[in-house]
């Protein structure tokens, strides 16, 4: 069976996921500046009230994945706090000034996430030799990967996803996301040979009240519609 992750940038975009048919959310905020960490209220509330599992993306910033020690510490307390808090895992990404794995922080979080689970996110992108980044992610003892397969999106890097798939040999899941809808997932799904997918299935928000600042009314939020659109894409793939 083919697992659905969706990116929920709020608490009532994982709402919609939940309600949608998604397996499980990875909870952030300021989306468009790829995510950071959510606030604990929202944490709280998805692990607490939702049925999905709850992922928390564990981003300090915006920009690279090359963390200070004061960040460092930060992203060690995000941890813990999730921990406490009931999530069901993390998604973290480490690299080095060269574009390498950081292993020594990535093994570091992976045991004091314990006994959740832990995603390595779209850094793996960002580094400089996959190849090399994937053996070292699976011996830090992550438990999958999200990737576009070095592309801007997964459907534009399926044949790498394809190749990471194959070399994973089942040691670490592959969660192919970017760019994924209801339109293109099957078809990512039988070119890849990956077993989940991730999407923001996100719309734009109007707010009806008028303001005097444009910018002030609109959001983006995930659209239940074209979550159940995915849900049953999916299903329909895995059933062929």
């Known amino acids: 069976m083919i697992e659905v992750e969706i990116c929920a940038n709020s608490v009532q975009s994982a709402?919609?996921?939940?309600?949608?048919?998604a397996d499980r959310?990875?909870?952030?905020q300021n989306l468009n500046e790829g995510g950071t960490t959510p606030s604990y209220a929202a944490i709280k509330y998805c692990a607490e009230k939702l049925s999905l599992k709850t992922m928390v993306l564990i981003r300090p910033r915006p920009g690279d994945f090359c963390y200070n020690d004061a960040e460092y510490e930060a992203i060690k307390n995000d941890v813990l706090m999730c921990r406490q808090l009931g999530a069901h895992g993390v998604v973290v990404g480490f690299l080095d000034k060269n574009l390498d794995i950081?292993?020594?922080?990535?093994?570091?979080?992976?045991?004091?996430?314990?006994?959740?689970?832990?995603?390595?996110?779209?850094?793996?992108?960002?580094?400089?030799?996959?190849?090399?980044?994937?053996?070292?992610?699976?011996?830090?003892?992550c438990d999958r990967i999200l990737t576009s397969g070095q592309r801007k999106t997964a459907p534009e890097g399926a044949d790498n996803l394809r190749e990471i798939q194959k070399l994973a040999k089942g040691r670490i899941k592959i969660l192919a996301g970017s760019g994924v809808n209801s339109q293109n997932v099957a078809d990512l799904i039988r070119t890849t040979g990956v077993s989940e997918v991730h999407s923001s299935c996100k719309h734009t928000i109007v707010n009806p009240q008028k303001t005097n600042i444009e910018e002030s009314s609109k959001y983006n939020e995930t659209d239940l519609e074209e979550v159940q659109r995915l849900v049953l894409a999916t299903k329909r793939s895995s059933e062929n």
């Open 25 to 28: 959310i990875e909870l952030c």
């Open 15 to 21: 709402i919609n996921a939940e309600k949608g048919g």
């Open 102 to 141: 950081d292993t020594k922080r990535t093994a570091e979080i992976v045991k004091l996430a314990r006994p959740m689970e832990v995603t390595f996110h779209r850094a793996f992108d960002r580094c400089r030799d996959w190849r090399t980044a994937l053996e070292q992610i699976i011996e830090c003892g």
